[in-house]
């Protein structure tokens, strides 16, 4: 069967507008199930200024090849396709389609004369910001060849130009360390310029800026104190002129109905001030009576490029049921636990207040708001009595399942399904990874920890969407990497995230990695929550991200990070190990931690802490060698071997670890700590009689969850990690999803059995950490892993147990649709593989072990059991 190129692509980036690289690397992704179909070279055409070049290079690489021609300048757009040419006796693919790619403003005179605006007004310094409306007009006298729009905020903004809006971004620019850098987006906005008078005009709320972040209300006005506006919209003429219209003096601003708008409290919109401020982003407008505008100083933060997707509506929820509280409140269940907001359209008198309370679960049949702590999750809308309206918050989201609606006109607008849906709102990465099986609660478990990563990957990587926290705590991301990088090629948004990783580790030259990135408030003291598990993403996620994407440059980007924490950012005792003194989350909230206080796990934390550092030093050995550094393999491998004797002695006697417990076993094991084959079946014997005793109920918190599975898996355990998965009783994956939990939990026990909810102020039911599992169930149940980083060569080694009868599982690779189908039939395991081209794969079947390389192709086999 043929092959053909099914996507061209430019580093890492979804759309290739507005990027930060001026020789931005290419990849291409087939199509087809050609046997051993190999790549010998291909072609990349190239067409600048209606110009084009051919290039043709001898090679099989075709992931991130470099740009073969001369770098791209400021806004200049090329197109670009190509063609792959198989071995002897191979077809070449056709030419792909055509891609665009274009850089954005690459120095800062680019800009020109913008500068940061804000409202000639007194700011709301120690409340809630009311959020600004900018605006400008400006004439076009001649016809229009493009337009680009180059823009970011102080703030979250939403822009307009002759009263359309711009793009579909939502929260946009996003989070990031603002002081270190700063992201604007690029927008074609050719088809809302039109000959003759023209406004541009944009929305700013306080957003992650200047709004209050962080658990109980602690810290304002993190970034600045002011709402601000930075945009440079450049119109370039048929005749090869360009016009620019910079943020600067000339522009007007004004409050208007948008009220207020904060990240954990909601908004609150008045359409009845629309009317002050009809026709704002259009040519037309009489801005007389507006505000004139302030220059603000320069943006701390580097101007950059995004590297990452940006945050959109990516889907939409209607209401499963809408019914009565017990004190006769109108509830809404949407029957999934989203992060968005939602979308009504009313009529009904002026003047009338129709507000939303938003929550994950009930207690007693009502709105269970506890678990939200200090944060308010309540928008309000006041209408206008102008008929039919339809309104959606623009510059918050929340988390939740269930809305309470109060005030809405019901003798106006029947409140239903067409009248109200939830609006899904995450960083629109590709979806990537799926996974079916026989087992339905597995599949619906499933399902969860797919939602809980759509709910959390909101800019930065969160720990929950709902409550006054919502911030990019490391160890989360840390255990939930792998898993991630299955489910949506998560590059891009990785990269955006390890850069503030990076740059708050270099506050003060301490090499600390703080507790969540970005800190709050900025430039604190990190030392103060660096620990174990959390610090080590600097080490694990790049090591991860490398084995799925297979990017050497962004490998070696990061190498820094990873290296300043093992070297300088852990406090050690001599021997090398944690100091004892050093502050550790351990074995978080493990299912015997008290409600009141989530760090008292079972196993020591400092345990923890020594196991993980040997891993991380042991990853960093691997990292080195990839990046060709030798020397300093040899000296991460010298560290490592001291490590593992130092732990010994610190935590085993006699071969038995300090603590009983499933982590300290599935640490050791999976992390390589019994050095011996007696010691290593001894302590798997141990860990296995641990789990039977516990009636093969999870005993992990979220630094032994990730590896207890594939630590199993290593001694030939598997049917006993198959028991635990299963396992519907609490603490358990699959007890959330009998309790009718639609994504995953941060404990075990968010909801107890009689239906309350935990007392605990760690009570969140949309924490992605434990779903971590997902990873050894792709592996393992799925089969299917990368044998190579990149995918290059692909492992599959589905091992079938506990009863499910088949599965499925489909990965989009660098290269290409990978799948395994494997169905017990009988006596008889059938398995149907499909390898994409240009790769290879191992496979590994069950019942004998018995393992085949095979190309690119179909493929189908049957063993006995």
Same mark, same amino acid.
């Given at each position: 069967?043929?092959?053909?190129?099914?996507?061209?692509?430019? +580093?890492?980036?979804?759309?290739?507008?507005?990027?930060? +690289?001026?020789?931005?690397?290419?990849?291409?992704?087939?199509?087809?199930?050609?046997?051993?179909?190999?790549? &010998?070279?291909? $072609?990349?055409?190239? %067409?600048?200024?209606?110009?084009?070049?051919?290039?043709?290079?001898?090679?099989?690489?075709?992931?991130?090849?470099?740009?073969?021609?001369?770098?791209?300048?400021?806004?200049?757009?090329?197109?670009?396709?190509?063609?792959?040419?198989?071995?002897?006796?191979?077809?070449?693919?056709?030419?792909?389609?055509?891609?665009?790619?274009?850089?954005?403003?690459?120095?800062?005179?680019?800009?020109?004369?913008?500068?940061?605006?804000?409202?000639?007004?007194?700011?709301?310094?120690?409340?809630?910001?009311?959020? @600004?409306?900018?605006?400008?007009?400006?004439?076009?006298?001649?016809? @229009?060849?493009?337009?680009?729009?180059?823009?970011?905020?102080?703030?979250?903004?939403?822009?307009?130009?002759?009263?359309?809006?711009?793009?579909?971004?939502?929260?946009?620019?996003?989070?990031?360390?603002?002081?270190?850098?700063?992201?604007?987006?690029?927008?074609?906005?050719?088809?809302?310029?039109?000959?003759?008078?023209?406004?541009?005009?944009?929305?700013?709320?306080?957003?992650?800026?200047?709004?209050?972040? &962080?658990?109980?209300?602690?810290?304002?006005?993190?970034?600045?104190? #002011?709402?601000?506006?930075?945009?440079?919209?450049?119109?370039?003429?048929?005749?090869?002129?360009?016009?620019?219209?910079?943020?600067?003096?000339?522009?007007?601003?004004?409050?208007?109905?948008?009220?207020?708008?904060?990240?954990?409290?909601?908004?609150?919109?008045?359409?009845?001030?629309?009317?002050? @401020?009809?026709?704002?982003? &259009?040519?037309?407008?009489?801005?007389?009576?507006?505000?004139?505008?302030?220059?603000?100083?320069?943006?701390?933060?580097?101007?950059?490029?995004?590297?990452?997707?940006?945050?959109?509506?990516?889907?939409?929820?209607?209401?499963?049921?809408?019914?009565?509280?017990?004190?006769?409140?109108?509830?809404?269940?949407?029957?999934?636990?989203?992060?968005? *907001?939602?979308?009504i359209s009313v009529s009904g008198p002026r003047g009338t207040n129709i507000t939303f309370h938003h929550?994950?679960?009930?207690?007693?049949?009502?709105?269970?708001?506890?678990?939200?702590?200090?944060?308010?999750?309540?928008?309000?809308?006041?209408?206008?009595?102008?008929?039919?309206?339809?309104?959606?918050?623009?510059?918050?989201?929340?988390?939740?399942?269930?809305?309470?609606?109060?005030?809405?006109?019901?003798?106006?607008?029947?409140?239903?399904?067409?009248?109200? #849906?939830?609006?899904?709102?995450?960083?629109?990465?590709?979806?990537?990874?799926?996974?079916?099986?026989?087992?339905?609660?597995?599949?619906?478990?499933?399902? /969860?920890?797919?939602?809980?990563?759509?709910?959390?990957?909101?800019?930065?990587?969160?720990?929950?969407?709902?409550?006054?926290?919502?911030?990019?705590?490391?160890?989360?991301?840390h255990a939930f990497g792998p898993t991630a990088d299955y489910l949506y090629n998560t590059a891009g948004?990785?990269?955006?995230?390890? *850069?503030?990783?990076?740059?708050?580790?270099?506050?003060?030259?301490?090499?600390?990695?703080?507790?969540?990135?970005?800190?709050?408030?900025?430039?604190?003291?990190?030392?103060q929550g660096a620990a174990a598990v959390w610090g080590d993403v600097t080490v694990a996620g790049p090591?991860?991200?490398?084995?799925?994407?297979?990017? %050497?440059?962004?490998?070696?980007?990061?190498?820094?990070?990873?290296?300043?924490?093992?070297?300088?950012?852990?406090?050690?005792?001599?021997?090398?190990?944690?100091?004892?003194?050093?502050?550790?989350?351990?074995?978080?909230?493990?299912?015997?931690?008290?409600?009141?206080?989530?760090?008292?796990?079972?196993?020591?934390?400092?345990?923890?802490? $020594?196991?993980?550092?040997?891993?991380?030093?042991?990853?960093?050995?691997?990292?080195?060698?990839?990046?060709?550094?030798?020397?300093?393999?040899?000296?991460?491998?010298?560290?490592?071997? /001291?490590?593992?004797?130092?732990? *010994?002695?610190?935590?085993?006697?006699?071969?038995?670890?300090?603590?009983?417990?499933?982590?300290?076993?599935?640490?050791?094991?999976?992390?390589?700590?019994?050095?011996?084959?007696?010691?290593?079946?001894?302590?798997?014997?141990?860990?296995?009689?641990?789990?039977?005793?516990? $009636?093969?109920?999870?005993?992990?918190?979220?630094?032994?969850?990730?590896?207890?599975?594939?630590?199993?898996?290593?001694?030939?355990?598997? $049917?006993?990690?198959?028991?635990?998965?299963?396992?519907?009783?609490?603490?358990?994956?699959?007890?959330?999803?009998?309790?009718?939990?639609?994504?995953?939990? +941060?404990?075990?026990?968010?909801?107890?059995?009689?239906?309350?909810?935990?007392?605990?102020?760690?009570?969140?039911?949309?924490?992605?950490?434990?779903?971590?599992?997902?990873?050894?169930?792709?592996?393992?149940?799925?089969?299917?892993?990368?044998?190579?980083?990149?995918?290059?060569?692909?492992?599959?080694?589905?091992?079938?147990?506990?009863?499910?009868?088949?599965?499925?599982?489909?990965?989009?690779?660098?290269?290409? +649709?990978?799948?395994?189908?494997?169905?017990?039939?009988?006596?008889?395991?059938?398995?149907?593989?499909?390898?994409?081209?240009?790769?290879?794969?191992?496979?590994?079947?069950?019942?004998?072990?018995?393992? *085949?390389?095979?190309?690119?192709?179909?493929?189908?086999?049957?063993? &006995?059991?």
């Amino acid at each position: 069967m043929a092959v053909s190129i099914s996507q061209l692509s430019f +580093e890492h980036h979804r759309e290739a507008l507005g990027i930060a +690289e001026s020789k931005p690397r290419i990849s291409w992704r087939f199509e087809g199930v050609a046997p051993n179909w190999t790549q &010998s070279g291909y $072609d990349i055409e190239i %067409l600048r200024n209606g110009v084009p070049q051919v290039f043709s290079v001898d090679s099989s690489d075709s992931i991130l090849v470099p740009w073969p021609d001369t770098a791209l300048e400021t806004a200049e757009e090329a197109r670009v396709r190509a063609r792959a040419h198989g071995n002897q006796d191979q077809a070449s693919t056709p030419w792909s389609d055509w891609a665009s790619v274009e850089p954005g403003l690459l120095n800062e005179t680019d800009w020109g004369s913008a500068i940061p605006i804000a409202a000639d007004r007194e700011t709301e310094v120690n409340g809630p910001k009311r959020p @600004i409306y900018f605006r400008k007009s400006f004439a076009v006298d001649k016809e @229009i060849e493009s337009a680009r729009l180059y823009i970011t905020a102080l703030g979250v903004y939403e822009a307009e130009i002759n009263g359309q809006t711009v793009g579909d971004r939502v929260m946009a620019p996003g989070w990031q360390s603002y002081n270190n850098r700063h992201v604007y987006d690029t927008y074609d906005v050719t088809d809302l310029i039109k000959q003759g008078n023209n406004g541009i005009g944009a929305t700013v709320a306080e957003g992650w800026f200047s709004g209050m972040l &962080s658990f109980g209300n602690q810290y304002r006005n993190n970034y600045g104190d #002011t709402i601000g506006l930075l945009s440079l919209l450049v119109v370039t003429l048929e005749d090869g002129t360009k016009l620019e219209i910079p943020t600067d003096a000339s522009w007007q601003a004004n409050t208007g109905p948008t009220v207020s708008s904060e990240i954990y409290n909601g908004e609150t919109y008045d359409s009845r001030l629309e009317a002050q @401020i009809a026709g704002w982003s &259009s040519g037309s407008f009489n801005g007389t009576n507006w505000l004139a505008v302030k220059k603000l100083p320069s943006l701390k933060g580097k101007l950059t490029p995004p590297d990452g997707p940006p945050v959109r509506r990516v889907e939409e929820v209607k209401p499963q049921r809408i019914f009565k509280s017990p004190s006769n409140k109108t509830l809404i269940d949407f029957g999934q636990n989203v992060a968005g *907001r939602l979308r009504i359209s009313v009529s009904g008198p002026r003047g009338t207040n129709i507000t939303f309370h938003h929550a994950e679960v009930l207690e007693n049949g009502e709105l269970a708001l506890r678990p939200l702590r200090f944060a308010k999750a309540t928008d309000s809308f006041i209408l206008n009595g102008n008929g039919i309206q339809t309104w959606e918050p623009r510059f918050t989201t929340h988390g939740f399942r269930y809305a309470q609606v109060d005030g809405w006109p019901e003798t106006s607008t029947p409140l239903d399904g067409n009248s109200i #849906t939830a609006v899904v709102v995450h960083s629109d990465m590709e979806r990537t990874g799926w996974f079916e099986c026989s087992h339905a609660l597995l599949n619906k478990f499933h399902q /969860n920890v797919l939602w809980s990563m759509r709910g959390n990957f909101i800019s930065i990587p969160t720990d929950c969407p709902q409550r006054d926290e919502r911030l990019g705590w490391t160890g989360d991301a840390h255990a939930f990497g792998p898993t991630a990088d299955y489910l949506y090629n998560t590059a891009g948004f990785w990269r955006s995230w390890h *850069r503030d990783v990076w740059s708050e580790m270099q506050v003060n030259g301490s090499m600390s990695v703080p507790p969540f990135v970005p800190i709050v408030p900025p430039n604190a003291d990190s030392k103060q929550g660096a620990a174990a598990v959390w610090g080590d993403v600097t080490v694990a996620g790049p090591y991860n991200h490398y084995q799925a994407y297979g990017d %050497l440059d962004i490998l070696a980007e990061q190498f820094a990070q990873a290296r300043g924490w093992i070297d300088t950012g852990i406090p050690r005792e001599d021997t090398g190990l944690w100091d004892r003194d050093s502050f550790q989350y351990g074995d978080w909230l493990d299912p015997k931690s008290p409600p009141d206080n989530p760090g008292d796990a079972t196993t020591a934390t400092h345990l923890v802490a $020594d196991a993980y550092l040997v891993r991380m030093t042991e990853l960093l050995v691997n990292i080195s060698t990839a990046l060709g550094h030798g020397d300093l393999a040899t000296k991460y491998r010298e560290q490592h071997t /001291n490590l593992v004797d130092e732990f *010994r002695k610190a935590w085993l006697t006699n071969g038995a670890m300090a603590n009983r417990t499933q982590t300290a076993y599935a640490l050791g094991l999976h992390f390589g700590l019994f050095t011996t084959e007696e010691e290593r079946s001894a302590a798997g014997d141990t860990l296995r009689s641990i789990i039977a005793d516990n $009636d093969y109920l999870v005993g992990t918190g979220f630094a032994g969850t990730p590896p207890l599975g594939f630590a199993l898996a290593e001694i030939g355990a598997t $049917d006993d990690f198959y028991s635990m998965l299963l396992q519907t009783k609490v603490p358990s994956w699959l007890y959330q999803v009998v309790q009718n939990g639609t994504t995953t939990w +941060e404990r075990w026990d968010s909801l107890l059995q009689n239906g309350s909810v935990n007392s605990g102020e760690m009570t969140s039911f949309n924490h992605y950490a434990f779903g971590s599992v997902a990873d050894w169930i792709h592996q393992v149940i799925g089969g299917l892993a990368p044998a190579e980083p990149g995918w290059k060569t692909i492992k599959i080694a589905p091992v079938p147990g506990g009863n499910i009868t088949s599965a499925n599982s489909r990965f989009i690779s660098p290269y290409g +649709e990978v799948s395994v189908r494997w169905e017990l039939n009988g006596d008889s395991f059938d398995l149907e593989v499909t390898v994409p081209p240009n790769t290879n794969a191992v496979i590994t079947l069950p019942y004998g072990n018995v393992t *085949r390389e095979v190309g690119s192709g179909q493929y189908k086999f049957q063993v &006995s059991r």
